[in-house]
């Protein structure tokens, strides 16, 4: 069965850097689109960005773009969401999720668990 | 961008039916069948419960069903049960990013 499961929780100060995985099975990775998708406390869901396995290209969302990359391990079939320069508000659950066919359509069947990202000094 | 404009809360007594509705624009829900509900339960993923603005993925409940008229979608639950309460999200692409946004998300009370 496909299955997303995402790396530990995450706490960092101000300014670092975190990185997040998404370690995908059940299906053929690259032949799907993996999307991000963050939570802050209390609040709803936000998009960040996708990434397509087969190609490589990927987009990000306009108030991350210069401050977060998302890449691929292939031969790992692992997805990974870089953010640099850390601010407070990016203290959120990090979701990574696969389409859900095969043509991107950035509507998600398939979540991980969702890894906590926090940040303070 | 902006997110698409869901209300805050529903309610309903268990057997009635409900619907939430969600607002966009030309630009994302006026234009395009990407049209997805989510249903959040407290500290869970979300899930897919209606893609492309009407299509139940395998395992979901004929309860749930969805549709769009001009620039608003609409997820409709029909028998509300106990195990409905959750909160819901909807979700379109938009040509404004060529990306997705979401709703503010609709918190469901079964009375």
């Known amino acids: 069965q496909v299955q997303l499961v995402q790396s530990g929780s995450e706490l960092k100060e101000p300014g670092a850097s975190v990185k997040v995985s998404c370690k995908t099975s059940g299906y053929s990775f690259d032949r799907y689109v993996i999307n991000w998708v963050r939570q802050a406390p209390g609040q709803g869901l936000e998009y960040m960005g996708w990434?397509?396995?087969?190609?490589?290209?990927?987009d990000l969302a306009p108030g991350l773009k210069g401050r977060a990359v998302i890449s691929l391990d292939i031969p790992g079939t692992t997805a990974h969401l870089l953010i640099s320069s850390l601010k407070a508000d990016d203290t959120a659950i990090y979701y990574c999720?696969?389409?859900?066919?095969?043509?991107?359509?950035?509507?998600?069947?398939?979540w991980g668990q969702g890894t906590q990202v926090t940040v303070s000094s | 961008q902006s997110a698409l404009t869901q209300p805050a809360s529903v309610s309903g007594s268990p057997g009635q039916s409900i619907t939430i509705s969600c607002t966009g624009s030309s630009a994302d829900i006026g234009s395009y069948n990407y049209v997805s509900w989510y249903q959040q339960h407290p500290g869970k993923a979300p899930k897919l419960i209606i893609s492309d603005v009407d299509r139940r993925p395998p395992g979901v409940s004929s309860r749930f069903s969805g549709s769009t008229s001009g620039n608003t979608a609409s997820l409709t639950i029909s028998g509300i049960q106990p195990e409905d309460e959750a909160k819901y999200y909807c979700s379109s692409y938009t040509s404004d990013t060529s990306l997705r946004i979401f709703g503010g998300g609709t918190t469901l009370t079964v009375l």
């Open positions: 999720a696969r389409d859900v066919r095969i043509v991107g359509t950035m509507q998600f069947a398939y």
């Open positions: 990434i397509d396995a087969e190609t490589g290209k990927s």
